[in-house]
């Protein structure tokens, strides 16, 4: 159980456009899910915090409008990435929490690169 | 605020040798500990977890962990490893009361050679 997947697991993009991934609990309603960002051979930084019917809340130093994520439904949070640049290839990462515990579930991850 | 040092940033060990990756945490209040694991190009796994309870947890896979409250750490054992324990290895922390950010170490790459 516990089973969390993303969508895409990578995506290709030109500078300029913008890009939208998926993460969603498969197997049990998600309350909460975040957003992580890791550059290679780094750990895991938390971007945004994701709660059900409200505005994320965002780490300090990640650009709202840069970022954008929506969490429409208990099984289903949005990252869109808004006109993307080189630099903002990276793996990105989304976890969801069940209810009531601290325990977090991690998607596979998706690579982004822009060119 | 928490905070998660892992004093290794890689390991190499022996096939059949036995590892400690070493895990230091900080915080002003209780606290639930993690130990994830990651494979190239994939998204984190739980390896075990002490959220209250018996301080030495173990993983199905003969990983285990102590949480010794007094030295703040929460090291990750294993007596004997094998080739496909190649992986990066995270120590997590979160507080224990209502909001469950983790907060990450730098992470521990562990190399098991032939």
């Known amino acids: 159980g516990a089973v969390v997947s993303q969508h895409p697991s990578w995506v290709i993009c030109k500078s300029g456009t913008s890009v939208k991934i998926e993460c969603r609990s498969l197997?049990?309603?998600?309350?909460?899910m975040f957003w992580y960002r890791q550059f290679p051979k780094q750990s895991l930084m938390l971007m945004a915090t994701?709660?059900?019917?409200?505005?994320?809340?965002?780490e300090q130093g990640v650009e709202k409008d840069k970022f954008l994520i929506n969490h429409a439904s208990l099984t289903l949070s949005t990252l869109t990435v808004t006109s993307a640049h080189p630099e903002d290839s990276s793996f990105y990462i989304c976890?969801?929490?069940?209810?009531?515990?601290?325990?977090?579930?991690f998607g596979p991850g998706t690579r982004l690169t822009v060119l | 605020a928490q905070s998660v040092t892992q004093l290794d940033s890689q390991v190499p060990v022996f096939e059949e040798a036995p590892v400690e990756l070493r895990c230091n945490y900080s915080?002003?209040?209780?606290?639930?500990l993690f130990w994830y694991v990651q494979y190239p190009n994939q998204g984190l796994q739980l390896l075990l977890k002490?959220?209250?309870?018996?301080?030495l947890v173990e993983s199905i896979n003969g990983f285990e962990a102590e949480f010794n409250k007094s030295q703040t750490s929460f090291h990750l054992r294993k007596p004997s490893v094998h080739i496909s324990d190649t992986a990066e290895y995270f120590c997590a922390v979160s507080g224990s009361g209502g909001y469950n950010k983790l907060i990450f170490g730098a992470g521990t790459r562990l190399a098991v050679h032939p």
């Open positions: 002490y959220l209250s309870g018996s301080t």
């Open positions: 994701s709660n059900e019917g409200s505005k994320a809340t965002y």
């Open positions: 197997d049990f309603q998600a309350t909460t």
């Open positions: 915080s002003s209040v209780s606290v639930y």
């Open positions: 976890s969801a929490s069940l209810p009531r515990t601290n325990e977090q579930f």
